[in-house]
């Protein structure tokens, strides 16, 4: 089957999807939506048999699912929070490339701007170069691992922990998948774009800044002490740990989404939409296996400056 065919397949297998509502508590606010983006995450895409849990064959469907649902929603833009792809045991660079092509181009079928988040397994048998060239994001991106844009007053920063502790780049698997960090560029720029503008802000990356371990960026509580300086972070999105999780830190909430790739058939599927509200809340409605979350970040709710509060 050409990939065409298996592409326009894939998407006529998206079945309906019921969300799961978010707590009552926070659906009573009267606030307004400013906006409304989708998010999906780990959906390591490869032509290979499942080992365990992980169904890689069944992941096209999976998202195919995802970018219909927000097509019919409309929403601002989707994002993927990383591990788009996987590869074979015995890697070979031209099926990865050819795995990676397929899945983005089943993510290419949603009608809007889509952004992707570096994750480890972009980059086992790839350069970042590679998995960029392929793997392109909307305006804002410009080619970049990590990078910022903005919709409608608020500003979205995403981040690349695929470094290694000396700095250097993942590249073509020559790094342990637990030495995940943020280079000291990257750090330097991060502080710069939140100084740079009140609006709020919200932040995506693979791995996880809310904890210590393997699963954790490891200069993850220098990454912190940026993002509560300016008390403007709304939320922080993470992927890498495929059962997801959730956490606050210092007044921030750290909101890990569930993985694609666990499991099969429709309902072991896991995506949602996110809306950021003008009073600082913020909403996940999560569809099939995702949890739905609502949250406030202790800080200065859109369009109100600190010093008025």
């Known amino acids: ?25 926070v659906a009573q606010t009267t606030s307004r939506v400013l906006v409304r983006f989708g998010m ?34 409309r929403v601002d ?31 290419a079928l949603f009608k809007g701007p889509r952004y992707h988040v570096m994750g480890n397994h972009d980059v086992d048998s790839l350069s970042k170069a590679q998995f960029l060239s392929i793997a392109q994001s909307g305006a804002g991106a410009s080619g970049e691992a990590h990078y910022a844009f903005a919709q409608k007053g608020v500003r979205f920063i995403v981040l690349d922990a695929d470094h290694k ?11 342990d998948w637990g030495d995940a960090n943020i280079d000291a560029a990257q750090l330097a720029w991060l502080e710069r ?4 503008s009140r609006e709020p802000a919200v932040l995506f990356i693979h791995q996880q800044l809310d904890g210590e371990g ?4 490891k200069n993850a509580a220098a990454v912190r002490s940026i993002l509560e300086a300016p008390g403007n972070v709304l939320a922080v999105f993470q992927g890498h740990r495929h059962e997801g999780a959730y956490s606050v830190i210092n007044g921030i909430p750290y909101y890990t989404l ?15 939409i996110v809306e950021v509200r003008d009073d600082g809340s913020v909403w996940v ?18 369009g109100r400056s600190r010093r008025g509060r």
């Open 258 to 272: 569930k993985g694609v790739i666990e499991g099969s058939g429709p309902d072991a599927n896991a995506y949602a």
């Open 77 to 107: 833009f989707l994002v993927e929070l990383g591990d788009f792809k996987d590869q074979d045991q015995v890697p070979n660079e031209a099926r990865t490339l050819g795995f990676l092509r397929h899945i983005e181009s089943v993510l």
């Open 165 to 175: 502790a000396d700095g250097s780049d993942y590249d073509r698997g020559n790094f």
């Open 193 to 196: 774009t939140l100084a740079s």
């Open 285 to 302: 409605t999560g569809y099939r296996r995702a949890v739905s979350q609502g949250f406030r970040a202790v800080t200065t709710p859109p």
């Open 40 to 73: 999906v995450t780990d959906v390591h895409f490869a032509d290979i048999d499942p080992n365990g849990a992980r169904t890689y064959r069944e992941s096209d469907r999976k998202l195919a699912e995802c970018v219909s649902e927000m097509n019919d929603r």
């Open 214 to 217: 393997a699963y954790y960026v």
């Open 1 to 25: 089957m050409t990939t065409t065919r298996r592409v326009l397949a894939v998407a006529a297998l998206a079945v309906l999807a019921v969300p799961v509502a978010p707590p009552a508590i």
